[in-house]
């Protein structure tokens, strides 16, 4: 039952289907996906008729009820309302179901953390990645002052505080130093607004850490070469997976940044590509020819035909644009294939700092190409710079030779 052809819709939403099913694919969904679909939207098309309904009542409350009528029947599948998403997303598109909130604030925490991330994102301007960090780190501090219905802040003062963010270093100490950042910038939001009278952030004290005490973990030449020979150029995943590397070991793109890359980003007449970093920044970088030419092969013949405007884009259907965490996935599959272990995608930020470091470009046109807004933390690629270290080094007593 694969051919979406074969599928038959009965009742309400009938007159639907083709519009539904032409959506699916152009959406990029496989054939066997979109009958998937089709027979699901038979059922609930079955079942609103069943009940006097027509599709128009087709809400939330409405696909709730289906699903648990669907699983009283016997159904072996158990569906959640995600299942229903394409279904009521086409409905809504088209005007022939109600528009509503998939979600409304259960708790007074989720209706502050809203308020919150609405701080994040219009005073302070950050990016969505960063926005949702913090709400997922302050959750469980906001959760142990819910009491009643409510958020209680009338009696919270430094001692609270504290006593969260040790209860918080003993069990998880690797991510102390976030959670009191994302704290920091909780504690002004709510004096800022006023649901505080005295600003708290301030108390907090910083988590020790030492700047420039690591190394970058940047890969060797030899190793990142594996992780791009790793992708079948034969293939339309093996291209674009290919470019996604390439944009990142060497041009030193976050993966955030090389997922939000656009069509429209891409400026060939000046080989010049415009990069939106932390902040919303947008800023221009050359557009070197090796990487150029790997985008051009992914773009030509292996990005799928979506009206998608990112330019690395789901292998499967539907064919939007590629995530964060998908970006990621597709660094470790290519690890894996090379034999490499676990690496990240920062990691080729990295490495292209170093190859730049090697190739003898200064610490200030490192820092250009990445963006850095403090030359500090640009200065941490000056402990790759191996022969310039040895120049400086101080003979160590007794060895005569450089420590």
């Known amino acids: 039952m694969g051919d979406p052809s074969k599928v038959r819709i009965s009742g309400p939403l009938a007159v639907h289907a083709d519009g539904f099913a032409a959506d699916l694919a152009q959406r990029g969904y496989a054939t066997s996906s979109i009958a998937s679909h089709l027979r699901l939207a038979a ?41 229903l998403a394409p279904l009521l997303a086409y409905l809504q598109a088209v005007g022939a179901a109600p528009v509503e ?28 990645t960063t926005i949702a960090r913090n709400v997922e780190l302050v959750r469980p501090f906001l959760s142990d002052l819910h009491r009643d219905g409510r958020v209680d802040l009338a009696e919270l003062d430094t001692t609270q505080v504290m006593r969260f963010v040790t209860e918080h270093a003993r069990s998880q100490p690797h991510r102390t130093a976030r959670v009191v950042g994302a704290l920091r910038s909780l504690l002004r939001f709510l004096h800022a607004v ?32 594996a992780l791009l020979a790793s992708c079948d150029q034969n293939t339309a995943v093996g291209r674009r997976d290919l470019a996604i590397l390439t944009v990142l070991s060497r041009l030193g793109l976050r993966a955030g940044e090389a997922a939000r890359l656009r069509v429209e980003d891409l400026d060939w007449r000046n080989a010049e590509i415009t990069v939106i970093g932390k902040g919303n920044r947008a800023e221009k970088l050359p557009l070197p020819v090796d990487v150029g030419e790997v985008i051009v092969a992914y773009l030509t013949d292996g990005r799928p035909d979506t009206p998608a405007r990112e330019v690395f884009v789901r292998a499967r259907g539907p064919h939007t644009g590629i ?36 190739a003898g470009a200064s610490l200030g046109e490192i820092g250009q190409v990445l963006r850095h807004r403090d030359a500090l933390t640009t200065a941490l690629y000056a402990k790759v710079d191996t022969a310039a270290l040895r120049s400086v080094a101080r003979i160590w007593p007794g060895t005569g030779a450089a420590a």
């Open 101 to 128: 909130p998939v979600l409304s604030p259960a708790t007074a925490v989720e209706t502050m953390l809203d308020r919150y991330a609405d701080y994040l994102r219009e005073e302070r301007g950050l990016a969505a």
């Open 194 to 225: 006023g649901f505080t009278t005295t600003g708290l952030a301030e108390g907090l004290p910083s988590v020790a850490a030492w700047k420039l005490s690591g190394l970058p973990k940047a890969l060797p030449s030899d190793q990142v070469a």
């Open 323 to 358: 995530s964060r965490n998908g970006l990621s996935m597709v660094v470790a599959s290519a690890a894996t294939r090379a034999g490499l272990g676990t690496v990240h995608a920062h990691h080729l930020r990295h490495s292209a700092a170093t190859a730049m470091v090697d």
């Open 43 to 83: 059922h609930v098309s079955r079942w609103l008729e069943q009940q006097g309904l027509d599709f128009g009542s087709l809400t939330l409350d409405a696909a709730d009820a289906f699903l648990v009528h669907r699983r009283a029947g016997g159904h072996r599948t158990r569906l959640s309302r995600k299942a």
